[in-house]
């Protein structure tokens, strides 16, 4: 055997000799940890459900293209498939299409006989990878992922699209299944994924789901540690993007109209009376105009509601605004029994 066909098969060998050696990217270990679960499971056709949760903007991305064009190379001399699914096709699949690409041009052992089958199709040898749109209205019957499904952004894809569409596709091989994705409500496809796969680990004591937070991060990257901790500094640490895209945290508790620093201000200041009052009208009067997303952090902007959907600046009320508050206050005073509601 050459020592040019030793090296290469020596390069091919394991996932971080390839990315680091022919790609020149050496990837970091809470990147290389999970790619060594989805590998056995394909390898050794498990057929697991792997569940992969990062901090955002800390290289999901980059391990996913890495991961392709090392599963193209590996089975090349087979005819297999590999679906990877984005929410939309515009930008997000154009995009991951567009960083696969990239890295196999850069790869030394790719950059020569990749080719491009179609607008989201590419491959190497036999093995195919297809690029399909997550959106509820996007036609994807008949691919088949005979070799790896990539749910990616799962956190914004139906899981009735999934269960519909998508999860079919592994049936002919039972194949491994990749769920990717930024944490959000226990509602998303993410978080169902995720809790069955923690379900499956007690069973046998597989590892299927890999979490990773700014914490994990910071100890490898320092400068993205230095990042959330400005972002923590303007929004506050328990603002809803912080605690799910840097923290991995669910925010259920806070998806409702009404979470608890809401409720907190609808009490009011005048006298309160355990029990009603006999010859008194009482009235709780709600504002219905939508979710106050943009005023989670009430340290910071206390009751006004810069996130309302009914279009209203929080800081100028329009002309006339305290004069027609005050007749409306009068109006229902009248109805009241002539007390005006404190």
């Not at 995009?95 to 089958?117: P, Q, V």
Request: proline letters at 4%; glycine letters at 8%.
């Amino acid at each position: 055997m050459s020592t040019l066909v030793q090296t290469i098969k020596t390069i091919g060998r394991t996932f971080d000799n390839y990315t680091s050696r022919a790609g020149g990217i050496k990837m970091r270990l809470y990147q290389l940890e999970p790619a060594k679960a989805i590998l056995n499971s394909i390898i050794k056709k498990l057929g697991h459900t792997i569940v992969l949760i990062i901090s955002r903007q800390a290289g999901k991305d980059e391990l996913l293209a890495n991961l392709l064009s090392y599963l193209l190379t590996l089975f090349a001399h087979r005819e297999v498939g590999i679906v990877v699914v984005n929410p939309t096709y515009k930008p997000q699949t154009i995009n991951a299409i567009m960083r696969l690409e990239s890295k196999l041009k850069a790869n030394l052992l790719t950059k020569a006989i990749w080719k491009k089958r179609s607008d989201y199709m590419r491959m190497i040898g036999q093995a195919v990878v297809s690029f399909l749109s997550g959106d509820a209205s996007a036609n994807v019957v008949g691919a088949v992922a005979s070799l790896l499904l990539a749910i990616n952004e799962a956190q914004d894809i139906s899981p009735a699209k999934y269960d519909k569409d998508f999860a079919p596709m592994v049936a002919s091989t039972n194949a491994t299944r990749l769920i990717v994705g930024t944490t959000w409500t226990s509602r998303t496809l993410l978080a169902r994924e995720e809790d069955a796969a923690r379900e499956a680990e007690k069973k046998d004591g597989i590892k299927r789901v890999f979490v990773y937070d700014s914490n994990a991060v910071r100890k490898i990257v320092p400068a993205y540690g230095d990042f959330v901790d400005s972002e923590i500094a303007k929004l506050g640490r328990e603002h809803p993007l912080i605690k799910t895209q840097y923290f991995c945290e669910r925010i259920d508790s806070q998806a409702g109209m009404f979470n608890a620093g809401r409720r907190a201000l609808m009490q009011g200041d005048q006298p309160g009376h355990e029990t009603a009052q006999e010859g008194f009208v009482y009235a709780f009067i709600v504002d219905v105009a939508g979710q106050d997303e943009a005023s989670m952090n009430l340290d910071e902007v206390g009751a006004r509601n810069p996130g309302r959907d009914d279009g209203a600046r929080p800081h100028d009320p329009p002309p006339g605004a305290a004069r027609e508050g005050r007749d409306a206050a009068d109006r229902a005073a009248r109805c009241l029994g002539g007390r005006r509601p404190g």
